[in-house]
C-alpha cells in the first residue's frame, strides 16, 4: 500500500524509517565488449525506481552488470553450468537465436506480456519474430543491425558512373530495379576493366550473411508448425550456384575462404574490391586499425566519402531485396523471481534514449520505431540513413538446429568456391551431412 | 606392545607414500577419474543444451559409427596425430641436442630455446593469427607480398594444404615441449659419461646414439606417449586455424568431439566420441609402453 | 708398422691436417641447422614486434609509420566500441598471481608425487603411473561438462579455489610423470648417505634429493606458469561471478567480436603477455640446464 | 655398541649375496672385513647401516633387533665405497650435514666440521664442490663426514682407497685415534691386509657371502681356518702343495706331485686319516735355507730377488712354486737344487676337497702361544 | 706413442692445478704417477686424453701437437679414477663400447669382450648392470674397457685401488702383460708404491702440479732429487735429522739439535758449504746395529717391533725418531743407547730451506751404481 499522504506531506524520511525500503537485486549479462547493453538496463533502473517512488512503493531495484569475455560458445555454457547450480543472472543477453534452445532447456520464460506493453508497441513487427517460438515470445528485443551491401564510389566512378547514378544506387536497389544479376554483371566489368581487382569480397567465416542469399533466392531455413529446420533443396542449390558462380567468374579473389579478417578489410579499404558484403560495424573497425596504405585509419567521413551502403538486390527484377540481421534480446531466467519488476525495467529499457546511446556507440539500429526518429541518431552520418534497412530484415531460424545446419552449409560453399564440387554435388553431399546432423529435427524440401 | 610396533611398522611402509602421494591421489581422483567416469555414464546420455540425463544405450555410439564423415575423421587423426608426433619428439629432440650438447655456450643455447618457447608463449589466438597473417591467400599475406614483390604469383597454401599447416603450426609449438623436457635431462647426464665416451672413441652421433638416447629414455618415452595422447585430445589450434576446413579436411576426432559437444551441446554425443578417442589412445598407449620396454626402464627402490 | 698379437696390421696414429675444420664441422652444421629451422620463428616474432610499434606494413613486412599507440593500454584504459577495458596491470598482477598460485600447488605436489612413483617402494606403483598417464587421454573439454557437476557437488562452482584446483589436477600427472623421470636418475648413494646422517626419508628428499632434480623442477616449473599464465577455459566456465580480469582474458576481450578485432593493439597486448613469460623461462634457465656435475663415483 | 648379526641372508633380484651370516662385533671393537672382490662387504656395512633390509635373519644392536629401525635412528657413521657426497653442497656443508640433522647449533656445528676437515686435511678446501675435487679429497670429505658426528657405530668402506701412501698411514692413524677416544664400535672394509691386521680387533673374512673365519689378526694369520683364509692373507702368499698323507709307524708323511716329504711326529696336532688328499702349507717367512727346521724338503731354484736386507727365492717343489726369504748373501746357480725346511708349528694342513684346516690347535690356546709367534711378518 | 708435455699448464676456475709439466714418454714405456693425493694427476692423465686442453703449453703425440685433436682420435682407452661406466649398458656393453665404435664387427666385438671381461674375471657377471655390481667389480669393468680396444696409450688412474691383495697382484701382471705385448705406452695413477715402483719403467713424481722427479724406480729410491721424494717414497719411510754442516779439515760435521755426527770425507760427493742447514737423511734398510758402517750415530731405544724375520726398531736420535732394522734377534732395554751407523753411500743430504739433494750423484752414473743397490727394500 502506498500512502500519498505521507508523500503529499513530503514526510519522506519518516516513511522510511517506518517502512524500510526492500532493494531487489537483479543481475543481468552480456557479451563483452557492448556493456551499454548491460548499462542501459541500470539506466533504466534509476527510471524504474523513479517511478517506484513516485508510486511510492517500498521496494526499489538495483542492477548488478557482468560482461563475459569469451567466444559465443563459451558464453551459452556458461550459462548452462550457471543455471544448473543457481548462479545465473536474473537477465541474459543473447542473440536472438538462442531463443530455441533457451526455451527448450526451461533456461528462460516467457515475456508474452510484452508484446502487449505500450513501451514495445512500436518495435518493427517483424522483429517479434526473432524472438518468437513455439508461439511465445521469449525474449525482449534489444537492439538489431544492418548488414549492407559496401559499394566502392571511386571503382564505380572510374567505371563512367555519373554521381547521380552512384549515389542513387541504393534507392534502385530498394526498388528492386537494381537486381543481383546486374550485381553480378556490374562486379565483372569491373574486374575485367580493370578498375577494381575483385568485384564482391564476402565474410571469410561462417556467419549468418551466407543465409540472405538463401532468403534472397526464396528459400526458407525454419518451419515454426514442426519446429524443424528446413533443408529447401532448390533455393540452397541456387544460393551454392551463386557462390559457385562469384568463384569461377573470379569476382571475388582465390582462397577467400580461408582469409584472415584483416586482410579482408585491406582490401576493402584499398579499394580493391566493388562490392563488400559487409556489416555497419566495419566502418568503425576500419578506423581501429590502419588498413589504409596511404592513410592509415580513415574516419566515417571518409568512409561514406568513399563507400555507398545498399540493401542485397533482390534476386529477380522487381523482387524485393533483402538483408539479414542478427538482433539481440534480453532473456529472463526462469528462476527469476520478482518477474514484474523485471518486465518493467524492461519496459524502460527500450526507452528511445537508452536505445540511441546504445546505438551510436556499438553501431547498432533501433528496434522501435520511436527511436529511429531520435536525433542523436539522426544526426549520426552512418547510421541515420539506413534506419530503412530494418524494413527489409530477415533473420535466422532462433531453432537450435540451425548452428549445425549453416556449418554444413558453410562447407559446401567452401567445397564449390574450391572447385572441389559441382553446386550439384555439394547438395547431395549436404543432404546427406544434414541428415546425419539433424536427425529428427530435419524436414527436407525438395 | 606388539599391536602398537606392528602399527608403527605399517605405518612406516605405508606413511610415507601414502603422505607423498595424498595430495596427488585426492585430486586427480576428484577432479579427473571421477570426470572421467561420469563421461563414461555420460556417453549414454542424450545430454544436449538442457543438460538432462536421459539414457538412450548405445545410441550415440551408434550415431557416431554411422557418421558418414568418420572414415575422413579417423584418416585425418592417425595423419595428424603421427605427423606432428613425429615433429614434437624428432624436431624436440634435434632443438635439444643442438642447444644443450651442440652449443656449448650457454648463452647462445638460451637464445634459440627462447626463441623455440615463443610459439608455446604466445597466446594461441595470436599464435594461429599469425600463421594467418603469414599465409594468408590474399596478397595481403606477408608471404605473399613478397612473392608479390619478387613476381611471384600468390600461394593458396592453406587452402590446399590444410592439414600440413595444422601439422606444421601443431608441430612447433610441441617441439618446445620436448625440447624443454630433454634438454633438462640432457644436462643430467653425469659429465664422467661423455668423457669416457670420448675416450672410448666415440664421435658426435656415437655419444648421442649410445650415451644421451639411452639416458633420454625416460623422457622420450614419456615425451611420446603424453603428446601422443595431448595430440590427440588436441583440437584447439586447429579450430583457430582451420576450424577443421576445407570441408572435413583438417577435422579429427577431438575436433569433432568439441563440434558435438561445445558448438552444438551434443554432450552425449560428444562424450561419446571422447570414449571412443580414449579407447584408441589407450590402445596406442599399450603398444608405445611395449615398444619402449617401459618395464625395463622401470627398475625399484633401492632402499628396504 | 707393427703387428699385434691378433695379427692385425696396426697403423700410425697420424692426425688430419684440416684438423680444426673436420673438429669444428659438427658444431658448423649444428649452428646452420639450427639457424635455418629457427629464422621463421625469428621473422614471425620480429614482424609482430614491429607491428606492435607501427601501425602499418608495407609490403607486408617493412614496417612504416613507427607509432606508440598500439602500447596505449600501457599508461589508459583502453576504451574500444564504448566499452572501457581495466587496466592491463591489474590484470598482470591477477594473471602473475593465478599462474604463481597454481605454479606452487602443482610443482608441490607433483614433486611429491614424483618421488614416491620414483623411489618409494609400495604396490600398486606401477598400475597408478599408467593409469594417471591413460587419464590424459580424457579431452579436458570433454571433462568441463563432469568436472562442472562435481564442482557443483562440491560447493566449488563459482569459486577461485575450484578452478585452481581443477586446473592443477588436469597438470598435475604431468608434472609428477616429468619428475619422476628426474628423481629416477638421481644415484641411489646420495639418498643412502642423507639417510645415514639422520634424515629420513623425506627429509632425503627434500634436502639432498630435490636440489638435484633441479633442470625437472624447472622445467615443470615452465610448464605449470604457462598453462596457469594462459588459462581461460577454466577461469571461464566455472567462475562467473568473479571479476579478476587476467591478461588471457584481456586478450579475449580484445577478440570478443571477430568482428571488430583491434590488431595494432592486439599485437602490442599479445608481445606485452608474452614478457613475463619470456622473463620467467630466461630465469629458470639457470636450474633448467643445471649441469649435473657428480661427486664420487654413483651408483 | 654390541652388534650381532643372526643369521642374516641377502638376495637381490638377480643373486643371493649374503647367506646366514652370524657375527658378533663388540662394543667399541674394531672389526676389519676383508675379502675378495664381491663377496658381500658392502652388503653387509648396508644391512648394517639400515639402508638394505636382511632378507632373512635379524641385527641386533646392543640386544635388541634393529631390522626396522630406520638408519637415522642407529647413530651411525658411514662412509660409502663410492663417497656418495652431496653434489650440491661444499665440502663444509657436507661434512656438516650430519650434524645439522642432530640439530648441533650452527656455531658448534661450524666449528666441529672445521676440524674434521683438518683431521683429514681439507681446511684449505672448505668452499669447494665436490666435483672441484680430487678423487681423494673427495674419499677424504667422505671420511670427514662419517666420523664428525661421532657416531655409535662407524662402517667405513675402503676409507683410504686413493690416498697416498704417507696420508694414508696419517688417516690409519687418526682413525684408529678417534675410534679409542670415543670407544667408538668401528667396521672397516679394506683390501689393504696390513692395514686390516694393524688396525683391527678382529677381522672377518668373507668369501662369496659367508663368513669364512672371524678371529684376531694373528690367529688369522698363524691359525688359518682353511685352504681359503691361509691363501687369502699373507704376502707372499703361502706356499702349497698338494698331496696324499700316509701314517707310517706315528709319521706322517705326505706324498704330492714330484715329491714325497716325511712331516714327523705331528699326528697329534692334526685331524689326519691315512690316504688323505691334502693341501700342506707353509708360509714363506717360516721357511729357512738348510735342514735346521723339523721338516725339510728339496727345491729346484728358479729365479732370487735380492730385496736388500734380504732374497725372496723361488723354488720349485714337485710342482708347485715355493717362495722363502734367505739371506741376503745366499747365491744359488738357476736350476740349482737347495735343501729347506721348516718348523713343525709352521706346518698347515687343509683338507683338499673341503679345504677345511686339519690342525687341532684351537683359537682358545692362542693365549698360550709363544711371543715369537705374536707377530706377521709382512 | 712417443709422449710429450711441453711446459704444460692447467688452471680450472678456482686453482692453478698444473703448473709447466714437461714430461716425456717413449714409445712402449710405462709410467707411473705418484703424488700425494690432489697433486693434479688425474688432471694429467685427462690433459692426455684430449679431455681439457692445457691452459698453456702443448703436448705432442709422436712429434704432432694435439692439443686440438678430440680424445676419439687420440687411439687411447682411459680407467677413470670414477670408473665412469655407462649405466644404462650392461657389463658386456660396456666392455664392447670401444670396439663398437672402432666399428669392429659385432661377432669379434664379443668375443673381444668376453675375453677381456675374462681377464678381469668378469665373464659371469655380463648381463649385470653397473649398478648391480660391487665396487671392485665396477672398477673392473673399466679396467676391461679400457684395455679391450688395445690402444696405443693406455691411461689408468688408479685401476686397483679396489681390488683385494690377490686379485691386485693378478691384474698387475695382466697389465703389465698386455702392455709388454702390444708395447702399449701406458701412464698409472697408482698410491700403491710397490705397484709403480715394480710395474713401472719410470715413475714420475708430482706435487703441487709440478714435475718433482721423473726418473727410473731405482734411482727414485736411492737418488732422490729432493727432500719431498726422500721423505715421500719409501716405507718405512727414510729417517731425516735437521741440522747445520760444517767442514773440518776435509771432514763434513753434522750438528743436529741434541746430536752431532762426523760424516767423514764425503765432500766430493756433495755440494755443500761450511753452516748450511741441512736435512740429513738415510733409509731404515741403509742402517745397521753397531759400528759397522761408516758413519756411526747413538740413539736411544724407544720401541723395538718384531717383525718376524726381522725386528723394527725405533729410536730418537737427537729430537727425531730414527728407525731401522735390526735382527730378529735384538733385544735391548727401553731408553738404552744403542750405537747404530750406515755407509756413506747411504747419506742423503737436503738444503733445509730449498729441500733439494746436494748430492753430486748422478742419473747418468746409475747404470755404474753397484748390482747390490738395485734393489728396493719394502
Ligand atoms: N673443477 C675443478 N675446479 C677447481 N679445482 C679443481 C677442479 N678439479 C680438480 N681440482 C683441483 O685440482 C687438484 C688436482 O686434482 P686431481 O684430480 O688432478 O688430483 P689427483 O692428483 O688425481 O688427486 P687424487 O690422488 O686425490 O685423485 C686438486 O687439488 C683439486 O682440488
Ligand atoms: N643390486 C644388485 N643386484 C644384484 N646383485 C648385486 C646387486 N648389488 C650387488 N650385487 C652383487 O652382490 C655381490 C656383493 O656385492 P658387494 O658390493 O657387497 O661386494 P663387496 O664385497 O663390497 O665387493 P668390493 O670389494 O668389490 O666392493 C657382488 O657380487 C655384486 O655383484
Ligand atoms: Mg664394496
Ligand atoms: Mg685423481
Not at chain 4, 265 to 271: G, H
Request: contains cysteine.
Amino acid at each position: 500500500g502506498c500512502s500519498t499522504d505521507e508523500d503529499a506531506a513530503g514526510n519522506e524520511s519518516a516513511g522510511q524509517e517506518n517502512e524500510a525500503v526492500e532493494v531487489v537485486t537483479i543481475t543481468a549479462q552480456a557479451p563483452s565488449p557492448e556493456t551499454t547493453r548491460v548499462d542501459n538496463l541500470v539506466r533504466a533502473a534509476e527510471m524504474l525506481n523513479e517511478e517506484l517512488e513516485k508510486e511510492g512503493q517500498n521496494i526499489r531495484i538495483e542492477v548488478e552488470t557482468q560482461m563475459f569475455e569469451g567466444s559465443w560458445e563459451d558464453y551459452y555454457r556458461q550459462f548452462m553450468l550457471a543455471f544448473q547450480s543457481g548462479k545465473e543472472p536474473d537477465i541474459y543477453v543473447a542473440s536472438h537465436a538462442n531463443t530455441g534452445w533457451l526455451a527448450d532447456g526451461g533456461y528462460i520464460q516467457p515475456l508474452d506480456e510484452l508484446k502487449e506493453s505500450e513501451a514495445y508497441a512500436d518495435v518493427y513487427p517483424v522483429l517479434w519474430d526473432a524472438v518468437t517460438y513455439k508461439g511465445h515470445v521469449w525474449g525482449a528485443i534489444q537492439d538489431t543491425e544492418a548488414r549492407p551491401v559496401f559499394y566502392n564510389k571511386n571503382i564505380l566512378r572510374e567505371m563512367g558512373w555519373s554521381e547521380e547514378e552512384i549515389e542513387s544506387l541504393p534507392e534502385k536497389v530498394k526498388n528492386g530495379e537494381f537486381t543481383l544479376d546486374d550485381l553480378l554483371r556490374v562486379a565483372e566489368e569491373a574486374v575485367s576493366s580493370g578498375a577494381a581487382k575483385y568485384g564482391i569480397l564476402h565474410r571469410p567465416v561462417n556467419g549468418p550473411d551466407f543465409q540472405v542469399m538463401l532468403y534472397n533466392f526464396g528459400g526458407q531455413l525454419y518451419d515454426p508448425e514442426e519446429n524443424k529446420i528446413v533443408f529447401d533443396k532448390e533455393a540452397v542449390l541456387k544460393q551454392l550456384s551463386f557462390f559457385h558462380e562469384i568463384a569461377q567468374k573470379n569476382l571475388i579473389p582465390e582462397g577467400l575462404l580461408s582469409m584472415e579478417w584483416s586482410n579482408i578489410h585491406s582490401m576493402v579499404v584499398n579499394g580493391e574490391v566493388l562490392f563488400y558484403f559487409g556489416g555497419i560495424w566495419n566502418i568503425y573497425n576500419w578506423g581501429q586499425d590502419d588498413f589504409h596504405k596511404e592513410l592509415g585509419k580513415v574516419d566515417p567521413e571518409w568512409v561514406m566519402e568513399n563507400f555507398g551502403m545498399m540493401l542485397y538486390p533482390a534476386a529477380e527484377e522487381g523482387g524485393q531485396p533483402i538483408t539479414l540481421s542478427h538482433p539481440f534480446a534480453y532473456f529472463v531466467s526462469s528462476n527469476a523471481e520478482h518477474k514484474d519488476l523485471i518486465i518493467r525495467l524492461l519496459e524502460h529499457v527500450i526507452h528511445p534514449d537508452l536505445q540511441t546511446i546504445h546505438n551510436v556507440e556499438t553501431y547498432h539500429l533501433p528496434v522501435t520505431e520511436s527511436a529511429a526518429e531520435h536525433p542523436d541518431y539522426k544526426a549520426n552520418i552512418t547510421l541515420g540513413d539506413i534506419a530503412y534497412m530494418t524494413e527489409y530484415t530477415t533473420f535466422l531460424p532462433n531453432h537450435e538446429g540451425y548452428e549445425p545446419y549453416s556449418n554444413a552449409v558453410f562447407k559446401a560453399i567452401e567445397a564449390v568456391q574450391l572447385g572441389r564440387q559441382t553446386p550439384e554435388e555439394a547438395l547431395e553431399a549436404l543432404e546427406v551431412q544434414l541428415k546425419n546432423d539433424l536427425r529428427d529435427q530435419l524436414t527436407i524440401l525438395e | 606392545m606388539e599391536k602398537t610396533h606392528r602399527f608403527s611398522l605399517y605405518l612406516r611402509k605405508w606413511g610415507l607414500p601414502a603422505f607423498m602421494l595424498s595430495p596427488f591421489m585426492i585430486l586427480v581422483t576428484v577432479f579427473y577419474f571421477l570426470p572421467v567416469i561420469l563421461i563414461v555414464v555420460l556417453s549414454f546420455t542424450s545430454m544436449g543444451s538442457a543438460m538432462r540425463w536421459d539414457f538412450v544405450g548405445f545410441q550415440n555410439y551408434r550415431f557416431l559409427f554411422e557418421d558418414p564423415n568418420l572414415p575422413t575423421i579417423l584418416t585425418n587423426t592417425l595423419i595428424y596425430v603421427s605427423f606432428t608426433l613425429g615433429i614434437n619428439v624428432l624436431f624436440g629432440l634435434t632443438l635439444a641436442l643442438l642447444t644443450t650438447y651442440f652449443i656449448q655456450k650457454e648463452s647462445i643455447g638460451l637464445f634459440f630455446r627462447t626463441i623455440w618457447m615463443l610459439p608455446r608463449m604466445s597466446p594461441p589466438v595470436v599464435y594461429v593469427l599469425l600463421w594467418l597473417w603469414f599465409f594468408d591467400p590474399s596478397s595481403y599475406g606477408v608471404l605473399n607480398s613478397i612473392r608479390e614483390l619478387m613476381g611471384l604469383p600468390p600461394t593458396m597454401w592453406l587452402v590446399n594444404q590444410p592439414m600440413t599447416a595444422v601439422i606444421l603450426a601443431n608441430g612447433l609449438i610441441g617441439a618446445s615441449f620436448g625440447m624443454i623436457i630433454f634438454s633438462a635431462a640432457i644436462k643430467s647426464i653425469p659429465q664422467d659419461l661423455f668423457k669416457a665416451a670420448k675416450v672410448d672413441g666415440a664421435g658426435h652421433w656415437s655419444i648421442i646414439k649410445d650415451i644421451i638416447l639411452p639416458a633420454l629414455r625416460w623422457p622420450i618415452m614419456f615425451v611420446t606417449i603424453w603428446q601422443l595422447l595431448s595430440l590427440l585430445t588436441s583440437y584447439e589450434y586447429i579450430l583457430l586455424l582451420t576450424n577443421g576446413g576445407p570441408g572435413f579436411d583438417s577435422t579429427v576426432l577431438a575436433l569433432y568431439s568439441y563440434h558435438k559437444a561445445f558448438q552444438f551441446f551434443e554432450f552425449g554425443y560428444g562424450a561419446a566420441v571422447s570414449v571412443v578417442l580414449v579407447a584408441v589412445a589407450i590402445v596406442l598407449t599399450v603398444m608405445l609402453w611395449k615398444l619402449f620396454g617401459m618395464q625395463k626402464i622401470e627398475r625399484g627402490a633401492r632402499i628396504d | 708398422m707393427d703387428i699385434s698379437y691378433r695379427g692385425e696390421v696396426r697403423s700410425q696414429v697420424s692426425f688430419p691436417k684440416a684438423l680444426k675444420w673436420k673438429k669444428r664441422m659438427p658444431y658448423i652444421v649444428a649452428y646452420g641447422v639450427l639457424f635455418i629451422t629457427t629464422l621463421p620463428v625469428i621473422l614471425m616474432y620480429l614482424w609482430l614486434l614491429l607491428n606492435s610499434f607501427s601501425s602499418q606494413m608495407k609490403y607486408g613486412f617493412i614496417p612504416v609509420n613507427f607509432t606508440l599507440d598500439n602500447w596505449r593500454f600501457l599508461w589508459t584504459n583502453v576504451e574500444i566500441a564504448g566499452s572501457v577495458y581495466p587496466s592491463i596491470w591489474l590484470a598482470t598482477w591477477n594473471s602473475l598471481v593465478f599462474a604463481g598460485v597454481l605454479t606452487i600447488l602443482e610443482v608441490i605436489i607433483g614433486v611429491m608425487a614424483g618421488f614416491a612413483l620414483s623411489r618409494l617402494r609400495f604396490p600398486g606403483r606401477h598400475g597408478l603411473l599408467k593409469i594417471t598417464l591413460i587419464l590424459h587421454a580424457f579431452p579436458s573439454i570433454a571433462l568441463l561438462i563432469a568436472v562442472f557437476y562435481i564442482l557443483n557437488f562440491l560447493g566449488l562452482f563459482d569459486t577461485l579455489w575450484g578452478v585452481v584446483l581443477v586446473k592443477t589436477a588436469l597438470q598435475i600427472p604431468l608434472t609428477a610423470w616429468i619428475i619422476k623421470g628426474f628423481f629416477d636418475d638421481v644415484p641411489w648413494d646420495v639418498e643412502w648417505a642423507g639417510l645415514i646422517d639422520g634424515c629420513n626419508r623425506f627429509k632425503v628428499w627434500y634436502s639432498i634429493i630435490l636440489p638435484l632434480v633441479k633442470p625437472g623442477i624447472a622445467a615443470v616449473c615452465i610448464f605449470s606458469f604457462l598453462s596457469g599464465w594462459s588459462e581461460f577455459l577454466l577461469l571461464y566456465t566455472f567462475i562467473i561471478s568473479d571479476s579478476n580480469i587476467t591478461l588471457a582474458t584481456y586478450l579475449q576481450k580484445l577478440l570478443s567480436d571477430p568482428n571488430l578485432v583491434p590488431y595494432g593493439l592486439l599485437t602490442a597486448v599479445s608481445v606485452f603477455y608474452m614478457l613475463p613469460v619470456i622473463v620467467f623461462f630466461i630465469l629458470t634457465q639457470k636450474s633448467l640446464m643445471h649441469m649435473h656435475a657428480g661427486g664420487g663415483k654413483g651408483v | 655398541m654390541r652388534i650381532e648379526l643372526r643369521n642374516v641372508s641377502k638376495r637381490f633380484d638377480k643373486a643371493d649375496v649374503i647367506e646366514n651370516l652370524n657375527m658378533v662385533i663388540e662394543d667399541g671393537e674394531f672389526v676389519a672385513l676383508l675379502g675378495p672382490s664381491g663377496c658381500g662387504k658392502s652388503t653387509t656395512l648396508l644391512m648394517l647401516a639400515g639402508i638394505y633390509k636382511p632378507t632373512k635373519g635379524d641385527i641386533l644392536f646392543d640386544g635388541q633387533i634393529v631390522n626396522e629401525v630406520e638408519p637415522k635412528d642407529r647413530k651411525i657413521g658411514m662412509l660409502f665405497q663410492s663417497y656418495a657426497l652431496y653434489p650440491h653442497m661444499t665440502v663444509l656443508e657436507n661434512i656438516m650435514f650430519p650434524l645439522k640433522q642432530m640439530k648441533v647449533p650452527k656455531k658448534e656445528r661450524v666449528e666441529r666440521a672445521k676440524e674434521a676437515a683438518a683431521l683429514v686435511k681439507l681446511d684449505h678446501l672448505l668452499d669447494r664442490l665436490p666435483s672441484e675435487l680430487s678423487g681423494g679429497q673427495q674419499q677424504r670429505v667422505a671420511l670427514a663426514r662419517a666420523v664428525v658426528k661421532e657416531p655409535k657405530l662407524l662402517l667405513l668402506d675402503e676409507p683410504l682407497s686413493n690416498l697416498d701412501a704417507r696420508l694414508k698411514i696419517e688417516m690409519r692413524e687418526e682413525i684408529k685415534r678417534i675410534q679409542q677416544e670415543l670407544g667408538i664400535t668401528t667396521v672397516m672394509v679394506t683390501h689393504d691386509q696390513e692395514e686390516a691386521l694393524t688396525m683391527a680387533d678382529r677381522v672377518a673374512i668373507m668369501k662369496d657371502g659367508e663368513l669364512v673365519q672371524y678371529s684376531k689378526p694373528l690367529d688369522l694369520y698363524h691359525h688359518p681356518k682353511n685352504y681359503f683364509v691361509a691363501h687369502f692373507i699373507g704376502s707372499p702368499p703361502m706356499n702349497f702343495l698338494k698331496g696324499q698323507l700316509s701314517v707310517q709307524n706315528d709319521q706322517l708323511q705326505f706324498a704330492g706331485e714330484g715329491t714325497k716329504i716325511n712331516l714327523g711326529r705331528c699326528l697329534k696336532e692334526f685331524n689326519v686319516r691315512d690316504g688323505q688328499s691334502v693341501y700342506l702349507g707353509v708360509r714363506p717367512h717360516d721357511l729357512k735355507l738348510g735342514k735346521k727346521g723339523q721338516i725339510s724338503l728339496t727345491g729346484v731354484v728358479n729365479l732370487t730377488e735380492p730385496l736388500g736386507h734380504t732374497t725372496l727365492v723361488n723354488v720349485t717343489v714337485g710342482n708347485s712354486l715355493f717362495r722363502f726369504f734367505s739371506d741376503k748373501k745366499f747365491v744359488a746357480g738357476l736350476r740349482g737344487e737347495v735343501e729347506i725346511s721348516f718348523d713343525r708349528h709352521a706346518l698347515h694342513l687343509f683338507d683338499a676337497s673341503s679345504g677345511e684346516s686339519l690342525s687341532k690347535r684351537h683359537l682358545a690356546d692362542e693365549e698360550a702361544e709363544e711371543a715369537s709367534e705374536n707377530i706377521i711378518p709382512m
